[in-house]
């Protein structure tokens, strides 16, 4: 049985560790899990030939999640929301979109900050690109009550908010969209219980980029996640729990998309604590 992951670029990716490490640990002996880099141009041809080579799953990444749809048979609920695809699953012909970075948020969440949390929060995303998308389509399946969506380019801001219209108008997630700055932050940073960072400012190896200042005080009790697992934690989030934030850097996140997509190739529980140490040793090396 094998799993291939697409990207581009794919860099040095923590998942075929922390997929691999998975089926050893469920004694999936005939299981692999492969990373290839394929970039726009070759990626039609790519798809289809795995598909004809009989391969049991795909992952994919930055920048194919829309692209990959129209190799598609079917789309979970998750996918026709978004326009993204994460996981494939192939089975009796058929090739199964899903999408578990939105479910791998929500749960991350759960897990860091307490079952059902999102629920009625009034949220601050940083960032209207891939990840922001499936964080906010999270936050309005989530019951969240209140978004203010702040991206540096604020028309990019405004057309994630204009996609997701309808998601957010039958969940009734009220939402802005505002040019990204220290003024603008803190202005919604004031009455808001959870902030969540999704731009790639602060990754490795620029660990002292911040996208945003923080305030000098900030609510008690604020909950900030950093979906960037490398540095773990970010500049960001280490100044948010030096002002007495509740934190979760993305590492969780990453682990719970991975074990959902698992989940759906191989019917059984993923486990969890072995894919979380293997990302971080695959990290850490
Ligand atoms: P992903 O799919 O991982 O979210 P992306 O689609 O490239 O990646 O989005 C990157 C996000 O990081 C965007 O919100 C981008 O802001 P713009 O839409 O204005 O480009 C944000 N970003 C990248 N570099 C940034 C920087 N130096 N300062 C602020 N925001 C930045």
């Not at 960072?197 to 900030?218: C, E, F, K």
């Not at 996640?225 to 990453?254: H, Q, S, W």
């Amino acid at each position: 049985m094998r799993i291939v992951l697409l990207g581009w670029p794919l860099g040095h990716s923590v998942s075929p560790a922390m997929h691999n490490a998975a089926f050893a640990e469920m004694g999936l002996g005939g299981w692999t899990y492969e990373a290839v880099p394929v970039s726009p141009g070759f990626f039609d041809d790519k798809v289809q030939e795995l598909l004809d080579a009989g391969v049991s799953g795909l992952q994919v990444t930055v920048p194919h999640k829309e692209a990959v749809l129209k190799h598609c048979t079917a789309q979970s609920a998750e996918v026709e929301s978004l326009g993204a695809a994460n996981t494939l699953v192939l089975v009796d012909g058929q090739v199964r979109a899903h999408n578990t970075d939105l479910p791998g948020f929500v749960r991350a969440w759960d897990v860091a900050f307490g079952q059902g949390s999102l629920r009625s929060a009034r949220a601050v995303v940083v960032g209207a690109g891939g990840a922001a998308r499936a964080v906010v389509a999270a936050l309005s399946l989530g019951g969240a009550d209140q978004l203010v969506l702040l991206n540096r380019s604020v028309e990019r801001a405004q057309a994630l908010l204009d996609d997701t219209a309808s998601l957010r108008l039958a969940s009734g997630l009220q939402a802005t969209a505002e040019e990204l700055s220290d003024v603008s932050f803190a202005t919604a940073v004031a009455s808001a219980d959870a902030v969540i960072q999704t731009t790639s400012v602060g990754m490795s190896p620029h660990n002292r980029a911040l996208p945003v200042h923080w305030p000098t005080s900030i609510p008690e009790g604020l909950r900030v996640l950093d979906v960037i697992y490398n540095p773990r934690p970010t500049r960001f989030l280490e100044e948010a729990a030096a002002k007495g934030a509740r934190t979760c850097d993305g590492l969780p996140m990453l682990v719970e998309q991975g074990a959902l997509a698992f989940e759906l190739w191989t019917g059984l529980p993923a486990p969890r604590g072995v894919m979380t140490e293997a990302a971080s040793a695959a990290l850490a090396g």
